[in-house]
């Protein structure tokens, strides 16, 4: 552990307090009996390029053992067993964590369930007859889902989907291609978005709708892992959907209305960066204003020097900046506010932050701060790739400009 846990200016410390307690007494342990497993790329992953078996066992020994202590499912909805938790807790918590583990640590990121691959608001939009079964192992933490809202030819513009779903009889058949799908090569489910009105879709008033595949439904194949700067295996894939039948139980919410579902899913990705991405640069800081004070250079620390000192002064404006943002928009959304900008806002500038926090903390680190062991490279990874996945810069510019022509000007 090197960091320790502080949302003290929010209600939730003592949740966080207690995950890093669960963290401490569950996860650590089994990262210390696995370290060769859970750091020799060529045992992290198998021959396909997706988590191994064995790591995949030890991240659903951590899911379960959370979901017993209360963890895993907490923003999941409380008529489901979760504890329905909002926008603020979901940053804090996730700052929370990231803070207190810092980048490039597979176990710790499984004791909250993700919103793409596990319990999630979607849950509760799942047709009751499936509570008992699919429910049950997503809140458990025994089974996982995916997110297939992208395609290849659809990532900003999601409308541009081409997936279709047709009815027949009392099923749909789906047909398409799915493209970086988080976790959709170990999920036993898959949240699929589908075109079932064309003309709506073209109108963006509906016409898309969320299906549930069970991802050994005949039909449903991953296709190929994405692998991304130049790791050996990735946790995105493609994947195809030819001819996939699902009954019509399998619709979640509304025919037609999935579109909707879709943005509430990224809107609480974007609030989920936001802490992800603060929790890492903190600790990015933390290292590097640790090292910069025992390393020297001239006959003095590093951190006398103004070129070095006044880098980690701008990661400390950035943060500060990042976490004030953050929890005024969550506190927004909690109110019921929209807070559209808002939250745009937030997703670029916490994402963009910690993207230039990262490079900052290496660079004063020097050759130190490139290693795998200061860990800083993982983080910077991380960055690199939260300023794309949830929507880019460029898409939250447009959205924030658009709130901006519609006369949205008040902060
Ligand atoms: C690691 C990772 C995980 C992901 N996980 C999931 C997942 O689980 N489920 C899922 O459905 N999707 C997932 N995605 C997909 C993600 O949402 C898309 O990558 C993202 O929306 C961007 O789409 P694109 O990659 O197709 O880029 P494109 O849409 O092709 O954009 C290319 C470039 O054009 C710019 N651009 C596009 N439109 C505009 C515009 N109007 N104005 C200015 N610039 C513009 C973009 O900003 C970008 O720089 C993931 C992506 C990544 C990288």
Redesign the pocket.
């Known amino acids: 552990m090197t960091a320790t846990l502080d949302s003290a200016d929010t209600d939730y410390t003592d949740l966080i307090e207690g995950i890093a307690a669960f963290v401490k007494r569950k996860v650590v342990p089994l990262e210390e009996a696995n370290r060769e497993l859970l750091e020799n790329p060529r045992l992290t992953f198998d021959e396909k390029g997706g988590y191994s078996a064995p790591v995949l066992d030890l991240m659903r020994q951590v899911r379960e053992a959370s979901a017993a202590a209360g963890y895993y499912a907490m923003f999941a909805p409380e008529e489901l067993g979760g504890e329905g938790l909002g926008a603020l807790a979901l940053f804090c918590v996730w700052e929370g964590l990231s803070h207190l583990v810092g980048p490039g640590r597979l176990l710790p990121d499984q004791v909250i369930g993700h919103w793409?691959s596990g319990p999630s608001f979607l849950l509760g939009e799942v047709h009751p007859s499936l509570r008992d079964g699919v429910v049950q192992e997503v809140m458990s933490g025994a089974a996982t889902v995916?997110?297939?809202?992208?395609e290849p030819d659809a990532?900003?513009?999601a409308w541009a989907m081409s997936t279709r779903a047709v009815r027949d009889g009392d099923s749909w058949v789906l047909n398409g291609t799915?493209q970086?799908?988080?976790?959709s090569a170990h999920g036993k489910y898959a949240f699929v978005w589908a075109v079932t009105d064309d003309q709506k879709r073209r109108d963006r008033t509906g016409g898309i709708t969320l299906f549930l595949v069970p991802t050994d439904t005949p039909g449903f194949a991953v296709d190929s892992v994405l692998r991304?700067f130049e790791h050996v295996g990735g946790n995105?894939t493609i994947l195809s959907l030819s001819d996939v039948r699902v009954p019509d139980t399998h619709v979640v919410g509304a025919v037609d209305q999935g579109f909707a579902l879709a943005l509430q899913g990224v809107s609480n990705g974007r609030m989920y960066n936001a802490g992800h991405c603060v929790g890492m640069a903190k600790w990015a800081l933390e290292e590097a204003n640790r090292y910069t004070t025992v390393r020297t250079a001239f006959g003095n620390p590093i951190a006398d020097y103004q070129g070095v000192s006044f880098q980690l002064a701008d990661c400390a404006i950035e943060i500060y900046a990042s976490k004030t943002m953050s929890v005024d928009c969550a506190r927004r959304l909690d109110r019921g506010e929209k807070a559209r900008k808002e939250l745009n806002i937030v997703k670029a500038y916490t994402t963009e932050a910690c993207f230039r926090i990262f490079d900052r903390c290496m660079q004063v680190c020097g050759g130190m701060g490139l290693t795998n062991e200061m860990r800083f490279v993982s983080g910077w990874h991380f960055a690199r790739?939260v300023r794309?996945?949830?929507?880019?810069?460029?898409?939250m510019r447009?959205n924030i400009a658009n709130s901006l022509r519609k006369g949205d000007l008040g902060f």
């Open positions: 793409t995916c997110f297939g809202m992208s990532g900003s513009d799915k970086w799908t988080s976790n991304l995105e790739m794309i996945a949830d929507g880019t810069g460029e898409v447009r």
